[in-house]
């Protein structure tokens, strides 16, 4: 009796395992399939993934100065232009295009004040004044001043939260303002290939 008990129980082990394996093949090549169909709906939508911008020639060797020498806005912008194609150099010349931030500034700004005279909402808002010359000394794009904002809300009940919050808007700010900065240059650059 016990070794009838010990066949069984191996053929079903057996069969659970066949049967296992058919279901894992089959949830893989569905996955599979999907992953694919979605692929195919993002690239039949016009969807693409943000790329580093295409530099002018113009633009290939690049001296960056910013008001705040240490802002994370010139570190990450040096960053984009390196992956852009860009060779930064330290001091400006002959045949270096110049980015110049004469103002950085990010501030908070209250935008409702609850009856208890705390604030509720704040608005941040990133305030940039740029201008570009490539290295003929020609101006890429005069000086303009580009400006982003967000707003978040303030709970007084979870005050710890709101510091990392403001940190996270910061960060995610100052990447959405070089990569302002970097369409204006594309733009600028495909503008100046019409002409």
């Known amino acids: 009796m016990r070794s009838v008990f010990l066949l069984d129980t191996r053929r079903m082990m057996r069969s659970d395992r066949a049967h296992f394996n058919f279901w894992n093949d089959t949830m893989t090549s569905i996955r599979s399939i999907m992953i694919a169909t979605a692929l195919l709906a993002l690239t039949a939508c016009g969807f693409h993934m943000r790329g580093e911008v295409k530099l002018p020639s113009g633009l290939q060797r690049v001296n960056v100065q910013i008001s705040d020498p240490f802002s994370p806005l010139k570190r990450d912008l040096i960053a ?3 992956r ?6 330290e001091n400006a ?5 110049e ?10 700004i209250a935008r409702s004040v609850g009856s208890n005279a705390y604030v509720n909402e704040f608005s941040m808002v990133y305030h ?3 201008q570009i010359t490539d ?10 001043v580009i400006e982003h904002s967000r707003e978040f809300t303030f709970d007084q009940t979870q005050a710890i939260g709101t510091s990392a ?14 990569q302002a ?9 495909k503008l100046d290939t019409k002409h």
């Open 80 to 82: 984009a232009l390196k």
């Open 84 to 89: 852009g194609g860009a060779t930064i150099e």
């Open 93 to 97: 010349g002959e045949g270096i295009a």
């Open 99 to 108: 980015v110049v931030i004469s103002a950085v500034s990010l501030n908070p």
């Open 128 to 130: 940039v004044e740029v």
């Open 135 to 144: 290295g003929a000394n020609k101006v890429v794009i005069p000086k303009q």
């Open 165 to 178: 919050e403001q940190d996270e808007i910061k960060k995610e700010m100052e990447r959405d303002m070089v």
């Open 181 to 189: 900065i970097l369409r204006k240059v594309e733009a600028a650059a």
